[in-house]
């Protein structure tokens, strides 16, 4: 199972920035995907997570109504359109997949990680 991010860079604070998830190696309708992040000195903070169907979408307070998760069955990708974007926001960000119930999902329940990309707000 291979999970490649892509889309990550520089921004400015107020813009906006796509990341994308290529997944392989999975039958990705089968998994919930998902986006964390991490900040140096942090722990890896969970961000927006969507079932395999794409109906249920969860987001972690600090993004919720400037970040927007999505995917693409066919494509076997996950996306996550950020919004807005403020300096604390910068991370890296890593996609995830698993196969946990309904709602938001720990570190710990994490099947597959990418190798994560790297995400900077500038003020």
């Known amino acids: 199972v291979l999970l490649v991010e892509s889309g990550g860079g520089l921004v400015q604070a107020g813009g906006s920035l796509r990341v994308a998830c290529a997944a392989s190696?999975?039958?990705?309708?089968?998994?919930?995907m998902g986006w964390f992040r991490q900040a140096p000195g942090k722990e890896r903070e969970f961000v927006a997570r969507?079932?395999?169907?794409?109906?249920?979408?969860y987001y972690g307070d600090s993004v919720k109504g400037r970040f927007t998760i999505s995917r693409d069955n066919v494509k076997n990708m996950v996306y996550l359109q950020m919004n807005s974007l403020k300096p604390e926001d910068t991370a890296v960000y890593y996609c995830?997949?698993?196969?946990?119930?309904?709602?938001?999902?720990?570190?710990?329940?994490?099947?597959?990680w990418g190798q994560g990309t790297q995400v900077t707000v500038s003020s």
């Open positions: 995830s997949a698993d196969v946990d119930g309904p709602g938001p999902v720990r570190v710990s329940r994490v099947v597959y």
């Open positions: 190696g999975v039958t990705f309708g089968s998994y919930a």
């Open positions: 969507i079932s395999g169907s794409g109906i249920g979408k």
